[in-house]
Every structure is written in structure tokens, then in C-alpha cells.
């Protein structure tokens, strides 16, 4: 019995985990109640009282069974939920370890923490949880809770991370320091989750608006055994780079289409200069089969922190 059968539902996670943590500073008094009504809501929970374990939800509160989908709106909802779900509990017992409480207002807060059910002859059944406290009338009420199943430890997900490292200076945010130019260039370069991939999107500005905009992926190919890049614009043009290091220069191959169809080529070279800037240059540019002038050398440097 997963804990949010028992005290929440998954409903606003991704709320919950993503709201900013505003700097509100935790009031010993007010971080005082919430731990106690944790202390309230075991209490509760392990003499099998709905009635009680409601009283501690705001009147408006909302809990999704997260095993049927079923939803109770309000405490006495709420109340006959529990009771429902205490009578094919009998002996389990809750143990809560919260790790942190965090304001997100002065009536708002997120506390996160451990879960545990413990039933007799099995083994306990953990979960991690964040759980929305409001302040009504002095007194702090779970509105919201979300918790995830702790996850069994595995093995580490495979990651490109070990060929693509010598391309994590490109991290961060750039934009081209041609003060003079009515055109700008600004990019975004991310890891995505594992390290497998870099994401770069890019924004073509001029005179304060943008022309056009796209996200290029960059990633190791495991059957070629090389850094290959994938590049889609706003215009409807894409493309696909190799990439290859001499010296202290990348080199990407670039083949692609551009909105009407016709073929394009170029070879892109990038040179990272310092921690904070590096050159970009495109030669050897063609369309349909026409060649087009080599794009100059331009510095691109990394952006100041706001």
C-alpha cells in the first residue's frame, strides 16, 4: 500500500517539485506546527481514526486514489476514503521521517520527506513525499500530497557522457559580441537527462526580434563511432552534422534541406577560445548546387550571469 493510498493523491506533482523556493525564511513556530500535525496524522493513521486523519486536510482539499483514480473532494470525502481504505488495512502502521519543510509564502509551505507502511511478516513499504501545507485560522492543513515509490537501486543508466564530454565547455548561454551588428545570435546549451545528449536552441535576433529560432541535438553515435548532430529551424529547414576534432578545432560535416527542398551543405569549424568564448566559422556552403560565400570567423562568448 503505496503512501499516497493513504494520505494524498499525485494530483499538482509536477506543481509541487517545480514551484520556485522563494526565500520567505521558515518561522521556527510555524515549522513547530507542521511537525506536529506529522505527529497528529501518525497518531491518526495508527489507531485506524478517519475522522481524525480528515480534520487535518483544508476544507477544499482534493484526494485521488492514485490506484483507481477516484477523487474525494473535501474532508468528509476525504473521511469515508480512509475509512474505506482502513478496513482492509487491520495491523499496518505509518511512519513518517520529513526532511525538510520549505515556505513558499507565509500561508504556503512544501514539506518532503520518507514514508513508510509497516505491516507484520512483510517487508515495509517506502516512499518518498512532498506534501502542501496552507495556513487556515493559525493552524496548518495539508492541501496537496505526491509521493513517489522509493525506487529499488539498479544499475546506472548507459550514458554518451564519457564521448561527449570535451564538448561540456559549450554548456551555458552564449550570444555573439559583435556590438555593431543590427543581427545577434543567441544560444542555450543543456544536458538532458543522463548526459546523453546536448541540446543547443538557438534564436536569430534582429533589431530586438526574432527572425527565426531552432534546437539543435548533439549525440555519439555508437555504431559509427562519432559525435553526430541533428538541427531543425523555425523556417522549416533541417539538417545533420559529423563532427570530428583536429587539433583544437571542431569540424562538422553539415548535410541538410532547406524549406523548398533543395540540398545544402557546409562545414561548420569550432574553436573554443577560453571558458568564457570561442570562434565560430561555416565554409564551403552550398544550395542546390549553388556555392554561396564562406560565413567569417565570428567570437561567440558566453553570457553574464544576471
Do not use: H
Given at each position: 500500500m503505496r503512501f499516497s493510498c493513504?494520505?494524498?493523491?499525485?494530483?499538482?506533482?509536477?506543481?509541487?517539485?517545480?514551484?520556485?523556493?522563494?526565500?520567505?525564511?521558515?518561522?521556527?513556530?510555524?515549522?513547530?506546527?507542521?511537525?506536529?500535525?506529522?505527529?497528529?496524522?501518525?497518531?491518526?493513521?495508527n489507531k485506524h481514526d478517519?475522522?481524525?486523519l480528515a480534520a487535518l486536510w483544508s476544507p477544499e482539499?482534493?484526494?485521488?486514489?492514485?490506484?483507481?483514480?477516484?477523487?474525494?473532494?473535501?474532508?468528509?470525502?476525504?473521511?469515508?476514503?480512509?475509512?474505506?481504505?482502513f478496513a482492509g488495512l487491520k495491523d499496518a502502521?505509518?511512519?513518517?521521517?520529513?526532511?525538510?519543510?520549505?515556505?513558499?509564502?507565509?500561508?504556503?509551505?512544501?514539506?518532503?520527506?520518507?514514508a513508510r507502511i509497516i505491516r507484520p511478516q512483510e517487508e515495509p513499504d517506502e516512499s518518498t513525499y512532498s506534501a502542501l501545507f496552507v495556513k487556515r485560522e493559525g493552524k496548518w492543513l495539508i492541501d496537496r500530497v505526491s509521493e513517489?515509490?522509493?525506487p529499488v537501486a539498479t544499475a546506472p543508466p548507459p550514458s554518451s557522457y564519457e564521448h561527449l564530454k570535451d564538448?561540456?565547455?559549450?554548456?551555458?548561454?552564449?550570444?555573439?559580441?559583435?556590438?555593431?551588428?543590427?543581427?545577434t545570435v543567441q544560444t542555450d546549451c543543456n544536458w538532458t537527462k543522463n548526459k546523453n545528449f546536448l541540446t543547443r536552441s538557438f534564436a536569430v535576433v534582429v533589431r530586438d526580434q526574432v527572425e527565426m529560432a531552432?534546437?539543435?541535438?548533439?549525440?555519439?553515435?555508437?555504431?559509427?563511432?562519432?559525435?553526430?548532430?541533428?538541427?531543425?529551424?523555425?523556417?522549416?529547414?533541417?539538417?545533420?552534422?559529423?563532427?570530428?576534432?583536429?587539433?583544437?578545432?571542431?569540424?562538422?560535416?553539415?548535410?541538410g534541406t532547406v524549406p523548398d527542398g533543395r540540398k545544402s551543405s557546409a562545414v561548420n569549424i569550432i574553436k573554443q577560445v577560453d571558458a568564457n568564448s570561442f570562434t565560430w566559422q561555416t565554409v564551403q556552403r552550398s544550395v542546390g548546387g549553388d556555392v554561396l560565400p564562406d560565413v567569417e570567423e565570428i567570437t561567440i562568448v558566453r553570457k553574464p550571469a544576471n
Open positions: 493513504l494520505i494524498g493523491s499525485a494530483l499538482a506533482c509536477s506543481v509541487i517539485w517545480q514551484a520556485p523556493q522563494l526565500s520567505w525564511g521558515s518561522s521556527a513556530e510555524d515549522e513547530a506546527a507542521i511537525r506536529k500535525s506529522d505527529e497528529a496524522y501518525i497518531a491518526a493513521y478517519a475522522k481524525a482539499a482534493v484526494y485521488i486514489d492514485p490506484d483507481t483514480g477516484s477523487e474525494a473532494v473535501g474532508r468528509e470525502e476525504i473521511e469515508k476514503e480512509f475509512a474505506a481504505t502502521k505509518l511512519e513518517i521521517k520529513a526532511n525538510a519543510v520549505k515556505f513558499l509564502s507565509p500561508n504556503v509551505a512544501v514539506e518532503s520527506g520518507i513517489e515509490e522509493t564538448l561540456e565547455w559549450m554548456v551555458g548561454s552564449w550570444i555573439d559580441n559583435d556590438a555593431d551588428a543590427q543581427t531552432g534546437m539543435q541535438v548533439i549525440g555519439w553515435d555508437p555504431i559509427a563511432k562519432q559525435i553526430r548532430s541533428w538541427v531543425f529551424d523555425s523556417d522549416g529547414g533541417f539538417a545533420e552534422g559529423k563532427w570530428t576534432r583536429k587539433g583544437d578545432r571542431w569540424v562538422i560535416q553539415q548535410a
